[in-house]
């Protein structure tokens, strides 16, 4: 009986079976091929495969179907995964890329994976496409966003590269920026402009963001033109820009340098600016230890904020209560600003009480001096800046040069001992030698502990200087001009070769002889009458002969002048001759007879020598 029973159970069971099997058995329609045409290589299309069911039920494995034949080709069964094709949902798609790696034909097979041992036609689709040789710009990144940068100031560049995935030669343009905000951002480092890229080439441009004020910019593009079919390739640009506080002090640190015991310090500064776009705000200020030292930050918290350009003062001062001693401390001011906090040290040394010296002015500097003269009085202070009394033993001139100085006189000897804050004065003068620079100082001796202290001495002695005349030429001889015409101008040229401005007085001509009617000499041109010539200056004069008679001339030229020689001359000669014969309808002879042709001649020789010994007199 049990056998029986288990025999009719186990067909049950096969009965039940194949039931279910025959229920998940059906057919369907599907694009067969899926045919992509031709597609550049690198670039990818994509077509939709869908299953509809036409009878049964189909029952559809995860994943739905696999590609065989060709990596070049890629399947997203995620919509029909683990899906049940029935009369309630019928069909189901899928979407198979084409990306050819190559140029030529590809084909490959679509395979459908099914579940619950369910079977369908057909049970595979074709696939086929060509890759076409062409460029390829592949673009990374495709976007950036800058994220927030501080108003006035630029990101660190990003680089966007471009490459040619393709198998043809990829020709770009040149590289913009568009949009709106593209005012906000700049191109740097560029390969890319106009370049011609092989296949697996690549180039690189550098984009940073640099925004001019407050907000949100994410209209703007970088545009890279190509020969792609793609044509121009965007990436897109974002940033927001932001202000933020900044702040500064000057000085970095204070040192309040050494005081005496019985002495509060001088207070000293700091000044806090703002120079961020955001106003400086919250400012606190603290010290580490807070003995030595105080501080007044009023300046600052009571008129805060501060815009870019504003500033405040922090007022510190050494109090030093515990006495002698090395102190230090750290000023600590803390702010909305970025660099918060700013640490200022501080400093300073506490002696005990003791006499100091300070001179006002600290030097004798005194103006140039003629030799053998006295300048003018100097007087230094003696200021005993110290806190205790200064005795001053000896004031005294000393240096290699003491000679060309005087100490006139000082009371510091005879004031001693000094009061803290008392005076007493120095004079002294310079009285040159010789010409040239000359140095030398005062010491001071004392009880002070920088003794001995001293004064420098400087200054120049002078000669007075004097104007000069040189003349080139000292003499012209106009040569022979024929009685009743006029030279040619001849030049006179006057150098002051002195140390002194030279003054010229009005230029004359003194007739020496004259022949038998003699000549007349001009001045035909003149800058230097009345005229003040600077050291190494010089002026031109000219002058001309006319000739009234035959024979020989002459005349001086005279130059009057605040040089020493007065009248300076020139020597002025002509000699007179006749027209030439046959020029006239008579003639008159001009022959002189032997012996007074000597007499003329011997005239002039005198009258020559004559002038020549008063130019040497001179």
């Known amino acids: 009986m049990k056998r029986f029973l288990s025999i009719i159970a186990a067909a049950s069971t096969f009965a039940v079976l194949a039931v279910a099997q025959s229920a998940w058995a059906g057919t369907a329609t599907v694009t067969d091929p899926l045919a992509f045409g031709s597609v550049n290589v690198g670039e990818s299309s994509n077509l939709s495969l869908t299953i509809t069911r036409s009878t049964g039920n189909i029952g559809l494995d995860t994943p739905a179907a696999t590609i065989s034949g060709s990596s070049d080709f890629t399947i997203d069964t995620s919509a029909c995964d683990g899906q049940s094709l029935t009369g309630g949902n019928p069909s189901c798609t899928m979407t198979v890329t084409f990306t050819p790696s190559t140029s030529g034909v590809i084909n490959g097979t679509v395979n459908f994976v099914t579940t619950n041992g ?19 710009a592949s673009v990374s990144p495709t976007s950036n966003d800058f994220g927030q940068v501080e108003i006035g100031q630029a990101s660190s560049p990003v680089v966007v590269t471009v490459e040619n995935t393709g198998t043809l030669d990829l020709v770009l343009g040149t590289l913009t920026l568009t949009g709106t905000d593209a005012g906000q951002y700049d191109i740097g480092a560029n390969t890319c402009d106009g370049a011609t890229i092989i296949p697996t080439g690549n180039c690189t ?15 703007a593009d970088l545009n890279i033109p190509t020969n792609t079919t793609a044509g121009t390739i965007l990436v897109d640009l974002d940033g927001e820009g932001i202000a933020v506080a900044h702040a500064s002090v000057n000085p970095t640190s204070l040192d309040f340098g050494t005081v005496f015991v019985s002495q509060t310090s001088n207070q000293l500064s700091i000044t806090l600016s703002s120079t961020g776009t955001a106003d400086l705000d919250n400012i606190v200020t603290s010290l580490l230890t807070g003995t030595e030292f105080t501080f007044d930050d009023s300046d600052c918290t009571a008129n805060e904020p501060f815009s870019n350009g504003g500033q405040c003062t922090i007022t510190v001062t050494f109090t030093h209560p515990a006495g002698i001693g090395v102190y230090s401390d750290t000023l600590t001011i803390t702010s909305n600003a970025f660099e918060s906090p700013i640490d200022v040290p501080l400093s300073g040394s506490v002696i005990a009480d003791a006499p100091a010296v300070g001179l ?37 001139l000393g240096g290699v040069d003491a000679a060309q100085f005087q100490l006139v006189s000082q009371n510091c000897v005879s004031a001693s ?43 120049t002695g002078i000669s007075v200087g004097l104007p000069a005349v040189t003349l080139n030429p000292t003499q012209i001889n106009f040569g022979q001009v024929v009685n009743g015409t006029v030279s040619s101008v001849k030049q006179v040229t006057l150098t002051n070769t002195g ?16 022949g038998n009617g003699g000549a007349q000499f001009n001045i035909a041109s003149d800058n230097c009458s009345n005229q003040l010539i600077a050291p190494q200056g010089q002026c031109v004069v000219g002058v001309t002969a006319t000739v009234t ?40 002879s001009t022959a002189a007879t032997p012996s007074a042709s000597m007499f003329l001649w011997a005239l002039f020789a005198l009258s020559s020598m004559a002038a020549v010994a008063r130019i040497r007199r001179s």
Request: proline share 8%; hydrophobic share 40%.
């Open 499 to 514: 140390s002194a401005d030279l003054i010229i007085g009005q230029l004359t001509i003194t007739p020496l002889v004259q």
């Open 118 to 136: 369910s079977t369908f036609t057909p049970t595979t689709t074709a696939l086929s496409g060509t890759g076409v040789d062409a460029p390829f």
């Open 360 to 396: 006002a002015p600290t030097s004798m500097v005194f103006a140039n001096t003629v030799v053998g003269g006295t300048s003018s009085n100097i007087a230094v202070t003696l200021t005993n800046t110290g806190t205790a009394a200064l005795n001053v033993t000896s004031v005294s």
């Open 205 to 219: 441009v550098e984009v940073s963001f640099s925004p001019d004020a407050a907000g949100i910019f994410n209209d």
């Open 417 to 459: 001992p000094i009061a803290p804050a008392g005076t007493c004065t120095i004079v002294g003068n310079f009285q040159p030698l010789a010409n040239g620079s000359f140095a030398a100082q005062i010491n001071i001796v004392s009880d002070a502990a920088s003794s001995p202290d001293s004064i420098p001495l400087t200054g």
């Open 549 to 588: 008679a035959n024979g020989a001339a002459s005349a001086n030229l005279d130059i009057p002048s605040n040089a020493s020689t007065s009248v300076d001359e020139v020597l002025l000669t002509v000699t007179g001759v006749p027209p030439s014969a046959g020029s006239g309808g008579c003639s008159i």
